[in-house]
């Protein structure tokens, strides 16, 4: 009797040890559309044996997800940089980076170092980048070759032809190409709404030379492609679809940097496979691989060299787009402060309300 209950005994340790390294062989992802695409989790499970179990989300979900379970329930998570720092303030819902476990010589320098500082709370880093897109200027060059910088859509050779959205990345925009930094004042906002008085009062000496405010994207795309609009404050995805049809169209970086988003890679605070987690991020970063995830998503990611990786006409369109020194120059977006959406708001309110003449 006593030697079958030993047996049973060590058959049940087996069993919880097995089960428990069976469940360590799963990720939970809590991803957006595309940045997991099914042929990347079949390399990375023939690689490591790790399975990736992918929940498609978006940023005001993911916080809901980690908020409701304090933290549990996903291994690893990928919110934008922008919603990470608030995020941990308040609910204390991610756990911090181990970077030794990240290969930092796969990363674009830039981009690393500026995730790590606008993820950073209290001292430690809380996200690495992985997908990111900007916006900047979409142009016909052929007709709008002196637009260089935003404020440049305000010239007279695209009077009429010009469009943007009434939003606050032109107000960012704006603020940069007028020698004006913005983000050095989201801590000031006495400084911020100052600013924001001189980006109104050139956005509305502007007006005349704007065809529309842009809500859409599909419709802008259109006003571009009719010729009706030359020169537009946009996103790069957007210039390259246009690219495809119209070798004179494309998108440029402006002088004063391109504004960029980052879509990153955080550990929630109760993962169970943070160890399957740097793995996966060490994985997808290879400039094959994040190649793969360029084409599902469309977007690029932050993995050094992937461009040469890419289709080949999506290669040459970053390429063009993007040299070196533009690439570094993107300005990246970092958490709102409480209380500047409402100077913005107001901003906008007051262009859109005042007179074209």
Known sequence: MTTTKAILGLTAIAGVAFAGQAQAEELRLLTWGGYAPDSVIEQFKAETGIDVKVTKSNNEDMISKLRATGGGGFDLAQPSQDRISAAQAEHRIYKSMDLSQIDGSQFIGSMLEATKGNTTYKGDVYGVPHVWGTSGLVLNTATASSVKDYTDLCNDAVAGKVSYRLKRPTLIGFAFSMGLDPFAAYGDKAKYKEIMGKVEEKLISCKPNVKTYWEGGDALLNLVRSGEVVAAMAWDTGGWKLNNDNADVTFVAPKSGALGWIDTFALPKK???????????????????????????????????????????????????????????????????????????????????????
Do not use: C, H
């Open 271 to 357: 993962t169970k496979n943070e160890a399957g987690a740097y793995k996966w991020i060490n994985f997808v970063m290879r400039p094959e691989i994040a190649a793969q995830i360029t084409a599902a998503a469309g977007n690029f990611t932050a993995s050094k060299g992937a461009d040469k990786f890419a289709e080949g006409k999506l290669k040459a369109q970053f390429q063009d787009s993007f040299p070196q020194a533009d690439l570094d120059n993107i300005k990246w977006y970092p958490t709102v402060p409480p209380g500047l959406e409402t100077i913005e708001g107001k901003v906008l309110d007051r262009v859109k309300a005042a007179s074209s003449n």
